[in-house]
């Protein structure tokens, strides 16, 4: 039987609908406007790209968006003092430094420089401290939206083995320990792992995210597998111009598996609505008020 293809599309637009009452609450109810501020330092194509969308849609469910570009040989200096003037400013409650960052730059340093409070990415150390010790943290925004569409399709993940591919700081590690919470039995396989493709068949949950397209074939899933496809790549077409595809191998993998989000239109818009539910989160908790259900782990 072909997977359920799980949209994370539609998934987004539910997320952002439930931030947007959270929002029209928080201004009825408190006079409170979440604010969100996002750091982008040089010119990068695809940021600029990411940059715009999240503006869009910050302003789309009612909250404030602001949007600061810096040029690319920016001092050290100067970008921790932007941050700073945002951690002292009442009317924004999360900050997002768009990643990457030009190589004069210390990625973690400015990271950490973010009020964890205020650290919508969820990559600040002590959000990470936070995250791994089972308490409260904001959670980074592509595993929280991957665990979103899990929970959603399976209910509870409790006793299901999930494999995590890839052991990046913004999605694989966050993501085993989103599983972990979730009382999975986490593996989290990178690209040194001895027999991957036995090491994934034995996975209820496979969670793609190594930025190789299609790299994970048909026959390493087990059948009834969910598979959640991180990858966002872009490879030529034979007959010319390119394609989005994802890190797994999608047409092998939905012949197998018993749901599988698409690329484009799975995980991808997830990103930023859980960047939109980490604000009003992040705006709830620095006021005191009672934190929306649906939009944390
Ligand atoms: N660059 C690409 N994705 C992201 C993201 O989720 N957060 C940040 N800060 N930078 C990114």
């Not at 700073?84 to 409650?93: E, G, K, R, V």
């Not at 299901?160 to 009382?183: C, E, H």
């Not at 908790?285 to 929306?292: A, G």
Request: charged share 20%.
């Amino acid at each position: 039987m072909a997977a359920t293809v799980i949209d994370g599309k539609a998934f987004a637009a539910k997320v952002r609908g439930l931030v947007g009452e959270q929002v029209s609450k928080l201004k009825a109810d408190h006079g409170i406007i979440p604010g969100l501020a996002v750091v982008l330092v040089g010119d990068d194509p695809a940021s600029q790209v990411y940059v715009k969308s999240k503006g869009k849609m910050t302003v789309e469910v009612g909250m404030k968006s602001v949007e600061h570009r810096m040029n690319s040989d920016v001092s050290e200096a100067d970008l921790l003092a932007m941050v700073q003037s945002l951690n002292d400013d009442p009317t924004i409650h999360g900050i997002l430094v768009q990643l990457p960052l030009p190589d004069h730059l210390n990625s973690d340093l400015v990271i950490n420089s973010i009020d964890p409070a205020k650290d919508v990415d969820g990559f600040h150390i002590s959000n990470v401290g936070l995250l791994g010790t089972g308490q409260k943290a904001m959670v980074p925004c592509t595993p929280l939206g991957s665990l979103m569409m899990l929970r959603d399709h399976l209910g509870s993940l409790s006793g299901l083995n999930a494999v995590v591919i890839g052991r990046s700081n913004i999605v694989g590690k966050p993501m085993a320990q989103l599983l972990l919470g979730d009382s999975c039995t986490v593996t989290i396989a990178h690209s040194r792992t001895k027999d991957l493709a036995e090491v994934v068949r034995r996975a209820d949950i496979v969670v793609a995210a190594v930025g190789r397209s299609q790299m994970v074939p048909g026959d390493w899933i087990k059948p009834g597998a969910t598979v959640i496809d991180v990858g966002i790549n872009r490879i030529d077409k034979p007959e010319g111009g390119t394609r989005l595809v994802g890190d797994v191998e999608y047409e092998s993998c939905a012949a197998v598996a018993g749901a599988i989000t698409p690329v484009p239109g799975g995980v991808g818009p997830m990103t930023i609505a859980c960047l939109l539910a980490n604000t009003v989160t992040a705006c709830c908790r620095v006021n005191n008020l009672v934190e929306p259900k649906g939009l944390t782990a």
